[in-house]
Protein backbone atom coordinates (compact mmCIF):
# COMPACT_ATOMS: atom_id res chain seq x y z
CA UNK A 1 0.00 0.00 0.00
CA UNK A 2 1.25 3.69 -0.65
CA UNK A 3 0.02 5.97 2.21
CA UNK A 4 0.29 9.89 2.82
CA UNK A 5 0.76 11.00 6.45
CA UNK A 6 -0.86 14.67 7.21
CA UNK A 7 -0.05 16.26 10.23
CA UNK A 8 1.36 20.14 10.72
CA UNK A 9 3.99 18.72 13.64
CA UNK A 10 7.03 17.64 12.03
CA UNK A 11 7.90 15.38 15.39
CA UNK A 12 4.42 13.62 15.07
CA UNK A 13 4.88 12.61 11.35
CA UNK A 14 8.16 11.36 11.49
CA UNK A 15 7.32 9.36 14.91
CA UNK A 16 4.16 7.99 13.15
CA UNK A 17 6.83 6.96 9.93
CA UNK A 18 8.67 4.89 12.48
CA UNK A 19 6.13 3.18 13.59
CA UNK A 20 4.89 2.59 9.94
CA UNK A 21 8.53 1.20 8.92
CA UNK A 22 8.52 -1.08 11.99
CA UNK A 23 5.52 -2.71 12.50
CA UNK A 24 3.44 -2.30 9.24
CA UNK A 25 5.29 -3.56 6.37
CA UNK A 26 2.24 -3.56 4.20
CA UNK A 27 2.55 0.21 3.71
CA UNK A 28 5.83 0.19 1.27
CA UNK A 29 5.54 3.26 0.72
CA UNK A 30 4.73 6.44 2.81
CA UNK A 31 4.50 10.08 1.84
CA UNK A 32 3.83 13.42 4.27
CA UNK A 33 2.02 16.81 4.17
CA UNK A 34 1.83 19.34 6.63
CA UNK A 35 -1.67 20.55 5.87
CA UNK A 36 -4.47 19.88 5.08
CA UNK A 37 -4.42 21.71 1.75
CA UNK A 38 -1.29 20.28 0.40
CA UNK A 39 -1.82 17.12 1.74
CA UNK A 40 -4.83 17.09 -0.84
CA UNK A 41 -2.25 17.87 -3.39
CA UNK A 42 -0.23 14.91 -2.58
CA UNK A 43 -3.09 12.58 -3.14
CA UNK A 44 -4.45 13.90 -6.15
CA UNK A 45 -0.83 13.46 -7.64
CA UNK A 46 0.11 10.23 -5.63
CA UNK A 47 -3.31 8.01 -5.49
CA UNK A 48 -2.55 7.08 -2.08
CA UNK A 49 -4.90 3.91 -0.70
CA UNK A 50 -4.54 4.99 3.15
CA UNK A 51 -4.32 8.32 4.40
CA UNK A 52 -3.50 8.82 8.36
CA UNK A 53 -4.89 12.32 8.83
CA UNK A 54 -4.70 15.10 12.31
CA UNK A 55 -7.82 17.01 13.12
CA UNK A 56 -6.43 19.97 14.54
CA UNK A 57 -3.87 21.51 12.39
CA UNK A 58 -3.48 25.75 11.32
CA UNK A 59 -5.80 26.94 9.38
CA UNK A 60 -8.26 24.38 8.84
CA UNK A 61 -9.52 20.84 10.40
CA UNK A 62 -8.92 17.41 9.39
CA UNK A 63 -12.37 16.69 8.79
CA UNK A 64 -13.30 18.98 5.96
CA UNK A 65 -10.96 17.27 3.42
CA UNK A 66 -13.92 15.68 2.09
CA UNK A 67 -14.59 19.12 0.82
CA UNK A 68 -11.88 18.52 -1.50
CA UNK A 69 -13.47 15.86 -3.48
CA UNK A 70 -16.29 16.01 -5.94
CA UNK A 71 -16.47 12.19 -6.41
CA UNK A 72 -16.51 9.34 -3.57
CA UNK A 73 -13.16 9.23 -2.79
CA UNK A 74 -11.18 6.01 -3.46
CA UNK A 75 -8.40 6.17 -0.37
CA UNK A 76 -9.08 5.02 3.08
CA UNK A 77 -8.69 7.46 6.14
CA UNK A 78 -7.36 7.06 9.83
CA UNK A 79 -7.57 9.83 11.98
CA UNK A 80 -4.99 10.07 14.13
CA UNK A 81 -4.97 13.20 17.14
CA UNK A 82 -4.42 14.05 20.30
CA UNK A 83 -8.38 14.70 20.97
CA UNK A 84 -10.74 11.92 21.50
CA UNK A 85 -13.98 14.29 21.07
CA UNK A 86 -13.82 14.42 17.34
CA UNK A 87 -14.49 10.94 17.06
CA UNK A 88 -18.14 10.58 16.37
CA UNK A 89 -17.50 13.22 13.94
CA UNK A 90 -14.30 11.63 12.09
CA UNK A 91 -16.70 8.15 12.01
CA UNK A 92 -19.24 10.18 10.37
CA UNK A 93 -17.12 10.55 7.12
CA UNK A 94 -16.25 6.63 7.39
CA UNK A 95 -13.21 6.87 8.34
CA UNK A 96 -11.51 3.45 8.90
CA UNK A 97 -10.07 3.75 12.63
CA UNK A 98 -9.34 6.63 15.11
CA UNK A 99 -6.04 6.31 17.17
CA UNK A 100 -5.19 8.48 19.60
CA UNK A 101 -2.04 9.88 20.30
CA UNK A 102 0.39 8.86 21.71
CA UNK A 103 -0.03 6.10 19.03
CA UNK A 104 0.31 2.44 20.25
CA UNK A 105 1.62 0.11 18.00
CA UNK A 106 -1.29 -2.57 18.62
CA UNK A 107 -3.97 -0.32 17.80
CA UNK A 108 -1.91 0.97 14.96
CA UNK A 109 -1.36 -2.67 13.13
CA UNK A 110 -4.70 -3.14 13.51
CA UNK A 111 -5.93 0.00 12.20
CA UNK A 112 -3.92 -0.19 8.81
CA UNK A 113 -5.23 -4.04 8.70
CA UNK A 114 -8.53 -2.87 8.93
CA UNK A 115 -7.78 -0.89 5.91
CA UNK A 116 -6.20 -3.21 4.48
CA UNK A 117 -9.16 -5.35 4.37
CA UNK A 118 -11.07 -2.76 3.07
CA UNK A 119 -8.98 -1.72 0.22
CA UNK A 120 -8.88 -5.14 -0.97
CA UNK A 121 -12.82 -6.01 -0.52
CA UNK A 122 -12.76 -2.35 -2.76
CA UNK A 123 -10.27 -3.82 -5.30
CA UNK A 124 -12.51 -6.83 -5.74
CA UNK A 125 -15.69 -5.20 -6.09
CA UNK A 126 -13.99 -2.74 -8.56
CA UNK A 127 -13.32 -5.97 -10.80
CA UNK A 128 -16.49 -7.13 -10.16
CA UNK A 129 -18.56 -4.18 -12.05
CA UNK A 130 -16.15 -4.29 -14.37
CA UNK A 131 -16.42 -7.74 -15.48
CA UNK A 132 -20.36 -6.70 -15.00
CA UNK A 133 -20.03 -4.36 -17.32
CA UNK A 134 -17.65 -6.05 -20.05
CA UNK A 135 -19.97 -9.01 -20.19
CA UNK A 136 -23.22 -6.54 -20.54
CA UNK A 137 -21.22 -5.35 -23.65
CA UNK A 138 -20.79 -8.42 -24.82
CA UNK A 139 -24.20 -9.76 -24.73
CA UNK A 140 -25.05 -7.15 -26.74
CA UNK A 141 -23.91 -9.46 -29.40
CA UNK A 142 -23.33 -12.46 -28.24
CA UNK A 143 -25.00 -14.97 -26.31
CA UNK A 144 -23.91 -17.43 -23.11
CA UNK A 145 -24.81 -21.23 -24.01
CA UNK A 146 -24.65 -23.20 -20.94
CA UNK A 147 -23.23 -26.61 -22.04
CA UNK A 148 -21.86 -29.38 -19.95
CA UNK A 149 -18.67 -28.75 -19.58
CA UNK A 150 -19.20 -24.91 -18.82
CA UNK A 151 -20.14 -22.07 -20.72
CA UNK A 152 -20.09 -21.10 -24.40
CA UNK A 153 -19.91 -17.49 -25.67
CA UNK A 154 -21.72 -17.84 -29.43
CA UNK A 155 -22.56 -14.37 -31.53
CA UNK A 156 -26.16 -13.94 -32.45
CA UNK A 157 -24.91 -13.98 -36.45
CA UNK A 158 -23.72 -17.42 -35.88
CA UNK A 159 -27.14 -19.04 -34.62
CA UNK A 160 -29.53 -20.37 -37.57
CA UNK A 161 -32.51 -21.37 -34.75
CA UNK A 162 -33.25 -22.44 -31.31
CA UNK A 163 -35.08 -25.85 -31.37
CA UNK A 164 -37.50 -26.43 -28.42
CA UNK A 165 -37.13 -30.24 -26.79
CA UNK A 166 -38.99 -30.47 -23.84
CA UNK A 167 -37.17 -28.85 -21.35
CA UNK A 168 -34.04 -28.55 -23.10
CA UNK A 169 -32.99 -26.02 -26.43
CA UNK A 170 -31.09 -27.66 -29.06
CA UNK A 171 -29.23 -24.52 -30.66
CA UNK A 172 -28.42 -25.38 -33.95
CA UNK A 173 -25.15 -22.80 -35.02
CA UNK A 174 -23.94 -21.93 -38.82
CA UNK A 175 -20.93 -24.43 -38.63
CA UNK A 176 -23.13 -26.72 -38.03
CA UNK A 177 -22.71 -27.91 -34.64
CA UNK A 178 -25.94 -28.47 -32.29
CA UNK A 179 -25.44 -27.32 -29.07
CA UNK A 180 -28.20 -28.73 -26.27
CA UNK A 181 -28.92 -26.33 -23.70
CA UNK A 182 -30.65 -27.11 -20.30
CA UNK A 183 -32.95 -24.23 -20.29
CA UNK A 184 -36.33 -23.86 -22.18
CA UNK A 185 -37.07 -22.18 -25.03
CA UNK A 186 -38.90 -19.45 -23.16
CA UNK A 187 -35.77 -18.24 -21.64
CA UNK A 188 -33.97 -17.69 -25.02
CA UNK A 189 -37.07 -16.12 -26.53
CA UNK A 190 -36.87 -13.85 -22.81
CA UNK A 191 -33.28 -12.64 -23.78
CA UNK A 192 -33.61 -12.44 -27.48
CA UNK A 193 -36.82 -10.25 -27.20
CA UNK A 194 -35.28 -7.06 -28.24
CA UNK A 195 -33.58 -8.59 -30.81
CA UNK A 196 -35.22 -8.02 -33.97
CA UNK A 197 -33.60 -10.73 -35.92
CA UNK A 198 -34.46 -13.55 -34.05
CA UNK A 199 -38.61 -14.68 -34.32
CA UNK A 200 -40.81 -16.97 -32.47
CA UNK A 201 -42.19 -18.68 -35.85
CA UNK A 202 -43.92 -21.70 -33.39
CA UNK A 203 -44.35 -22.49 -30.26
CA UNK A 204 -41.15 -25.05 -30.56
CA UNK A 205 -38.97 -22.31 -32.89
CA UNK A 206 -36.62 -19.34 -32.16
CA UNK A 207 -35.31 -18.58 -35.55
CA UNK A 208 -32.87 -16.55 -37.07
CA UNK A 209 -34.42 -14.33 -39.99
CA UNK A 210 -31.13 -14.07 -41.49
CA UNK A 211 -31.04 -17.66 -42.32
CA UNK A 212 -34.59 -17.81 -43.93
CA UNK A 213 -34.34 -18.60 -47.77
CA UNK A 214 -37.86 -19.40 -48.53
CA UNK A 215 -41.60 -19.58 -46.88
CA UNK A 216 -43.19 -22.65 -48.44
CA UNK A 217 -46.92 -23.18 -48.43
CA UNK A 218 -47.05 -27.20 -49.48
CA UNK A 219 -48.01 -29.61 -47.43
CA UNK A 220 -48.24 -27.01 -44.32
CA UNK A 221 -46.69 -23.59 -44.35
CA UNK A 222 -42.95 -24.14 -43.43
CA UNK A 223 -39.78 -22.13 -43.48
CA UNK A 224 -36.92 -23.16 -45.32
CA UNK A 225 -33.80 -22.39 -43.77
CA UNK A 226 -30.48 -21.78 -45.26
CA UNK A 227 -29.17 -25.66 -43.91
CA UNK A 228 -32.07 -27.27 -45.85
CA UNK A 229 -34.03 -27.55 -42.18
CA UNK A 230 -37.84 -26.91 -42.80
CA UNK A 231 -39.21 -25.34 -39.50
CA UNK A 232 -42.97 -25.20 -39.15
CA UNK A 233 -44.67 -21.86 -39.17
CA UNK A 234 -47.82 -21.73 -37.13
CA UNK A 235 -50.81 -19.71 -38.73
CA UNK A 236 -50.79 -16.48 -37.20
CA UNK A 237 -47.49 -15.99 -36.76
CA UNK A 238 -47.37 -16.55 -41.20
CA UNK A 239 -49.28 -13.60 -40.85
CA UNK A 240 -47.43 -11.64 -39.28
CA UNK A 241 -43.98 -12.55 -41.23
CA UNK A 242 -45.85 -12.07 -44.28
CA UNK A 243 -46.94 -8.48 -43.05
CA UNK A 244 -43.23 -7.49 -42.06
CA UNK A 245 -41.86 -9.01 -45.22
CA UNK A 246 -44.09 -6.61 -47.29
CA UNK A 247 -43.51 -3.41 -44.93
CA UNK A 248 -39.37 -4.40 -45.60
CA UNK A 249 -39.08 -5.65 -49.08
CA UNK A 250 -42.01 -5.01 -51.16
Not at 31 to 60: C, R, T, W, Y
Not at 137 to 164: C, R, T, V, W
Request: hydrophobic share 40%; aromatic share 10%.
Amino acid sequence: MKAVIIDDEKRARHLLLQLITAYCPQIQQTLEASDLASGVSVIKEEQPELVFLDIEMPNQSGLDILDYFEEPINFKIIFVTAYNQYAIEAFKISAIDYLLKPIDTLELQSAVLKAQEAIEANNLTQQFEKLRASLQQISINKIALEIPKGIMFASHEDIIYFEADSMYTNVQLKNGKTKTICKPLKHFVAQLEENAMFFKCHRSYLINLKYVDELIKEDGDFLLMNNQKRIPISRSKKEQFITIVKETFL
